[in-house]
């Protein structure tokens, strides 16, 4: 069953990234185009809650730790809506893994895990495939949307440093309903969006992209947890990765993003050796 939960979640997360990606395209507001779609999302998380065992925690410092994970969360869902809107699919899926090397850091220096060189080649290599995509001859600046995308990966890191285990102690598709509602909350507090505002970001947004990017999130994040749960971590993680090079394809294919396609394809298929490496 794991297989069938890896190979869902590729397809899942492969049209999510390209349907976001659309539904950027006539967005009027990032902030409410965030709200509207994790909003949506959740919705259709808790309605797969009968599915799952019914399991609440009763420890208080279970809340506390999601409620600081949402606030990283939301940070993170935030920004990636800007990144999306100002990067290729292809790019966004290659620098989204960054927050892979993030993680392998934070378990160096709080958990205390051991030094392995291998791990840290890998994590050299997905460092090197996203200098190989922005590197530019005679251009040493970064792009902004560059910069947020690596910031959006540090937050989204430190949620999942705060939000280890915290999945287990819950039902799982009431845990990622909570996941996406509240940061969708913070945000809507943060940036005032009203209800009217994000009426009018679905009645003259893509509609049909709008509810097909919510889909995809909501079960790409149950099939991914689920793959997890049953299947062995150091076979599925890196078997996940192939949306890198999904991405581009699907990308190259209907999104017509040609530029640099040499380059990313190497840049995608390094990232999926670093990954066997890293979970090996």
Request: charged share 15%.
């Amino acid at each position: 069953m794991w297989a069938l939960y890896v190979f869902l979640y590729i397809i899942l997360a492969v049209g999510y990234t390209q349907f976001y990606k659309v539904v950027t395209k006539t967005s009027k507001s990032n902030g409410t185009l965030t709200v509207l779609l994790q909003f949506i999302a959740g919705i259709v998380a808790l309605l797969f809650c009968p599915f799952f065992k019914f399991t609440f925690p009763t420890d208080w410092k279970i809340y506390l730790f999601l409620c600081v994970a949402c606030i990283f969360y939301a940070i993170t869902d935030r920004i990636n809506t800007t990144v999306r809107s100002g990067l290729e699919t292809s790019t966004f899926s290659i620098i989204k893994q960054l927050s892979t090397v993030f993680m392998m850091l934070a378990g160096l220096l709080f958990f205390k895990e051991p030094f392995v060189l291998k791990k840290i080649i890998g994590a050299g290599l997905i460092i090197f495939s996203n200098i190989l995509i922005f590197y530019k001859k005679g251009n040493n600046k970064l792009d902004k949307y560059v910069l947020l995308g690596v910031l959006a990966n540090i937050a989204f890191s430190i949620a999942l440093f705060l939000d280890v285990n915290i999945s287990e102690n819950f039902n799982l598709s009431f845990y990622i309903a909570l996941t996406l509602l509240i940061p969708a909350l913070f945000i809507s507090i943060a940036e005032k969006v009203r209800l009217s505002d994000i009426k009018s970001e679905f009645i003259q947004g893509n509609k049909k992209a709008i509810i097909a990017t919510s889909l995809c999130w909501a079960l790409m994040i149950i099939t991914q947890l689920k793959a997890y749960q049953i299947g062995d971590v150091t076979t599925v993680a890196p078997l996940f990765t192939l949306t890198v090079i999904g991405n581009v394809l699907v990308g190259y294919i209907f999104l017509k993003e040609r530029e640099n396609l040499p380059k990313k394809i190497i840049a995608a298929l390094i990232i999926i050796v670093s990954i066997f490496l890293i979970k090996g």
